[in-house]
């Protein structure tokens, strides 16, 4: 793909300069910002997006706007297509390196009914019934809102409801408890399925030992998906930025002076919105919030009908599995097979192939027909996860306009969009009216009652992550 250049007078249209290279060692827990002007990771979904559209080029003097939000992912985008729609406000929008180059190119596009990575049953058991239900609701409500606003993006679309594949068979009366509780307490029609109509009606899945089917679930495109509403918000006015990294932010009377390289940005209230690519020096609000998890993904040649037929693909559902390290894949529409899961702790070790081979390993183990297939992509990205394991949109500070929607948890394509809407809410002045937990509170820190002031325990993160993740491995595999 021809390196992207950005138009240096403000205005809509192609650039002069080339995008500085990609950097596959980025790590926001070491690096002080994303970069400046870099290039897309070499995803597919930017590999067959087509040409991304055209942007307003990067801030080249100092400049008053009403409302800031930092990050042209799908939460930023979406942020400033309801602040237009709903409020009538045009936002400003500023990114580090190219539109849309963070978590929202570099995820599985699995659109699910969920946010943050709690199940239905711990909502319950940290809130009570009654606000587990509005949070499912909540969700619903998400999924109605991402369905009305692709309608009109072509993101290649596979719904279908989602697949929910028993790794073993211990699991399979969790699932069935899951199941019931879905449908008896929610109203949701969760089913359960064995391992023989899974193989047989949906894929053979060697280790399917059964399944749960929600209804609710839609693959799509992450790269058309982003660029479709980078198009929509640039219509309805507001501005994108690339190349425009916040490197200094002070607030002064009540306004926030944003330095990025070419001016600053003078905003009377800032929506953030940088998900897993959150500098820990951002703002000090965000520091040490957030555990930055890394995802690999690879990307099949097409398959040939005999390979899709050797493995049973009767389905284009998302699909995960039920390990703690979840895989997430399916069958995508130019007859591909994509497959995702956890990567290295960091950024320096993320681009060794041996976690590219690992999830090769994998697939072959699920596929045994795929071995050998040529794999066309492989790419890693961040995951933001809060240490609660579920989202905050929420505005930590009420003497401050300063807002955010962070934490997803790897269930942002759907509730980013659900996100971005309520952050659009915070921002416009209506978010005292959420009730839910997740607007009601900041994100929390690591053992929230000891930590809040322990910032050497920092350092450490990675470390217990190490741990963790061979417990998580011995869990899945073993015990």
Not at 320 to 328: E, N, Q
Request: aromatic share 10%.
């Amino acid at each position: 793909m021809d390196a992207a250049v950005f138009n240096q007078s403000g205005g809509a249209g192609r650039a002069t300069a080339p995008s500085a290279p990609y950097d596959p060692a980025y790590d926001p827990l070491v690096s002080p910002t994303p970069g400046h002007g870099r290039d897309y990771a070499p995803t597919y979904w930017i590999g067959t997006a087509g040409e991304p559209p055209e942007d307003d080029g990067p801030i080249t003097r100092d400049i008053d706007v009403d409302v800031a939000i930092i990050g042209s992912g799908f939460t930023g985008l979406t942020t400033a297509i309801f602040l237009a729609q709903e409020y009538g406000i045009k936002a400003t929008v500023l990114e580090a390196n190219r539109s849309a180059w963070g978590c929202s190119v570099r995820n599985g596009g699995q659109a699910q009914c969920a946010s943050g990575r709690l199940k239905r049953s711990q909502w319950i058991e940290r809130w009570g019934l009654d606000t587990a239900k509005k949070m499912h609701q909540e969700c619903l409500d998400g999924m109605e809102n991402f369905k009305e606003l692709i309608k009109d993006i072509d993101c290649d679309p596979q719904p279908g409801g989602h697949l929910y594949i028993a790794h073993r068979d211990k699991v399979m009366p969790v699932l069935e408890k899951e199941a019931r509780l879905l449908r008896e307490t929610f109203g949701y029609d969760a089913r359960i399925l064995d391992a023989e109509t899974v193989k047989r009606e949906y894929v053979d899945d060697k280790e399917a030992c059964g399944a749960m089917h929600e209804p609710e679930g839609i693959g799509i495109h992450a790269g058309k998906l982003a660029f479709g509403y980078l198009r929509k918000a640039r219509a309805l006015g507001a501005t994108v930025h690339p190349a425009s990294p916040v490197q200094g932010w002070e607030t002064r009377n009540g306004v926030h002076h944003l330095r990025t390289p070419g001016g600053i940005v003078r905003a009377r209230a800032v929506g953030i919105a940088t998900g897993g690519y959150t500098s820990n020096s951002l703002h000090p609000e965000l520091k040490n919030r957030l555990l930055p998890i890394l995802s690999n993904s690879i990307v099949t040649r097409p398959l040939t009908a005999a390979e899709i037929e050797a493995c049973n693909f009767r389905t284009t559902q998302v699909i995960t599995d039920t390990r703690v390290l979840r895989h997430y894949y399916r069958l995508m529409p130019d007859n591909r097979v994509q497959i995702g899961s956890r990567s290295a702790i960091t950024g320096m070790d993320a681009p060794q192939k041996k976690y590219e081979d690992f999830l090769i390993r994998d697939l072959h183990r699920k596929f045994p027909a795929l071995e050998g297939v040529q794999i066309d992509y492989s790419w890693w990205g961040w995951v933001d996860v809060s240490h609660d394991m579920m989202p905050r949109i929420y505005q930590p500070d009420p003497a401050q306009t300063i807002y955010y929607a962070l934490g997803y948890g790897g269930n942002g394509v759907m509730y980013s969009a659900q996100a971005g809407r309520r952050l659009a809410q915070w921002i416009a002045g209506r978010g005292r009216e959420l009730e839910l937990p997740i607007f009601k509170s900041r994100l929390p820190f690591p053992n929230v009652r000891e930590m809040v002031e322990a910032e050497m325990f920092a350092p450490f993160r990675r470390f217990g992550q190490w741990w963790l993740y061979r417990w998580y491995h011995l869990k899945d595999e073993v015990l």
